[in-house]
């Protein structure tokens, strides 16, 4: 079996170019029906991230471009993993970030002197704001956790080139 890694191709056929050699058109409708076939997830292909791995199928007929006909299947599969993990390490990453990012914009605004003055005043104001305060903190624990997480991305990368 040979293995790809999707890249962000907007179309089947767009795939079909790049796996299968000098498609005709009905080749091409043929490439095209053996990937969706072997890879159903392709009838949404506007939400695959890159990295997801799709099976390339073998199509009585029609060649494989000669740049992956001698593919090691071994090592493809590694590199498939490991571009696939470095991209899922890189959103996962992003993910953080963002969402530390609105954790920040969140306290800020907690934190405002509007704000506080408001909740000296008042306090079922002030439950609230504390309330809401702890569960920011929480959640910035929860974060901070799996930033440490993400190393097991990195560990498992490295085991990956070895």
């Not at 040979?2 to 962000?8: A, D, K, P, Q």
């Not at 179309?11 to 043929?30: E, G």
């Not at 695959?48 to 029609?62: A, H, N, Y």
Request: net charge negative; aromatic share 4%.
């Amino acid at each position: 079996m040979r293995i790809m890694l999707f890249h962000g191709e907007q179309s089947i056929a767009d795939l079909a170019d790049n796996i299968y050699a000098c498609l005709s058109p009905k080749t091409h409708a043929v490439a095209e029906a053996a990937m969706l076939k072997a890879n159903p997830e392709l009838k949404e292909i506007g939400s695959l991230k890159p990295g997801v791995i799709l099976e390339v199928p073998r199509i009585s007929g029609i060649s494989f471009k000669a740049d992956q006909s001698h593919a090691d299947p071994v090592g493809q599969v590694g590199e498939a993993l490991l571009q696939s993990l470095e991209a899922y390490h890189l959103q996962f990453k992003e993910a953080i970030g963002e969402a530390l990012g609105v954790l920040d914009k969140e306290v800020t605004l907690l934190k405002d002197e509007e704000l506080e003055k408001l909740v000296s005043q008042d306090e079922v104001l002030e439950e609230l704001v504390v309330a809401a305060m702890q569960g920011l903190e929480a959640r910035e624990k929860r974060l901070k956790n799996c930033e440490s997480a993400m190393l097991i991305f990195e560990r498992l990368a490295d085991e990956l080139r070895k």
